[in-house]
């Protein structure tokens, strides 16, 4: 039951190859990133030395494929000699899109990437680099496997909004220009006293702040934003930072804690995403819930198995299991009722959303 806000949709369309302007960070250096482990199987980062005819190769690639392994070689070479260049020599050599975030293909899933690619990564220990280039369609690889923790930086923000984006709302008619002008003259004045304020005045996308999440720096984020929280300690205000097609934003950084759980949807007719043949009333559904948490007060094992059976969400086949979530991206009914629980327990009364009503249980973030 994670939140689906304007923002969540928006980003993933409009994020990546973003350009423009921000303001300058605060001059502080700010707080490190909080390390937490990303989603996925596996982590790395590459430097790619394509070829002429390889798979994807621009048509500026003009070097043949034993001069690219050639090259590869090379490299490997230089990083035995001081491995902290990796981020360096892929962005001056690499031939692959992630070169200019110094080779860093953040994490995937087991059987996402080229089989050799990944059977490298897989022979590799965390910050070990290929001792010899690794061949795939693309071209030669230069392999760095990488923790999959990561650190994050926790943000919130709210948007000056402009038109040309079908996920601006209608109600919003200023043109860019307009919504820099207004941006800049709100700049002085927007703090980490004012924020608040002028999130509820003036956000295009709710009365509120928006929760972004936890961004990482392998994250196709806008230009200047990963730079402008980096530059914050917790609860400083930055901005304004150009998301295209959408407006500009003011950020917050905030601290962020992560949560894990299952739960048990019950859902009713005229609930939200409730499905045609889900035909219980309101009532029905609480009460439904309120005897699958006595079942379980006698027999907790059961768990996977109820949510597996009587479940009306989509983690249902999971065993009603969410993984694991940055507090404030689940609906906040959801995440009050979790913060109240130990690892293990289960909610003792039903907890209500427009979803429906949850039957919840605490995991442990692993």
């Known amino acids: 039951m994670k939140t689906t806000s304007f923002f969540l949709v ?11 302007n921000a303001a300058e960070a605060p001059a502080t250096d700010g707080a490190p990133g909080q390390m937490f482990v990303a989603e996925g199987d596996y982590a790395a980062s590459h430097i790619l030395i394509a070829y002429q005819g390889a798979l994807r190769a621009a048509p500026h690639v003009t070097r043949t494929k034993e ?21 360096q020599l892929a962005r001056e050599a690499s ?13 995937w899933q087991r059987g996402q990437m080229a089989p050799a690619f990944e059977a490298a990564v897989d022979s590799l220990a965390v910050g070990a680099i290929t001792p010899v280039p690794v061949e795939t369609p693309f071209g030669y690889h230069v392999i760095r496997r990488d923790d999959l923790r990561a650190p994050h930086y926790g943000a919130e923000a709210f948007f000056i909004g402009f038109q040309g984006s079908p996920h601006v709302p209608p109600s919003v008619t200023r043109t860019q220009e307009a919504a820099d002008s207004l941006a800049r003259a709100l700049q002085p004045d927007v703090n980490a006293e004012t924020f608040d304020a002028y999130a509820e005045e003036y956000n ?67 609930a939200e995403r409730a499905g045609p043949e889900v035909t219980r009333s309101k009532e029905e559904a609480y009460a439904r819930a309120k005897e699958l948490i006595a079942r379980l007060e006698q027999d907790p094992s059961r768990f996977a198995a109820m949510a597996a059976q009587y479940s009306d969400g989509p983690t249902a086949a999971a065993g009603g299991d969410l993984g694991r979530w940055f507090k404030g991206q689940m609906i906040p009914a959801f995440d009050e009722a979790l913060a109240r629980l130990q690892v293990g327990q289960i909610a003792p009364e039903p907890v209500e959303t427009p979803f429906g009503y949850h039957v919840i249980r605490r995991n442990a973030v692993e």
Do not use: M, N
Not at 10 to 20: D, E, K, R, S
Not at 95 to 107: F, H, N, Y
């Open 10 to 20: 928006a980003l993933v369309l409009v994020l990546a190859g973003c350009g423009g």
């Open 67 to 87: 001069e690219a392994r050639a090259r590869a070689l090379s490299l490997i070479e230089q990083l035995r000699d001081d491995p902290s260049r990796f981020e």
């Open 95 to 107: 031939d692959g899109p992630s070169g200019p975030q110094g080779g860093r293909l953040g994490t």
């Open 204 to 270: 295009d996308f709710g009365d509120a702040a928006i929760f972004l999440g936890g961004l990482k720096e392998s994250d196709p984020l806008p230009e200047g934003l990963l730079e402008t929280l980096q530059g914050l300690d917790y609860g400083e205000v930055g901005g304004p930072v150009l998301f295209p097609a959408i407006g500009y934003a003011f950020v917050r950084r905030v601290a962020l804690e992560q949560y894990a759980g299952s739960h048990i949807l019950i859902a009713y007719q005229g």
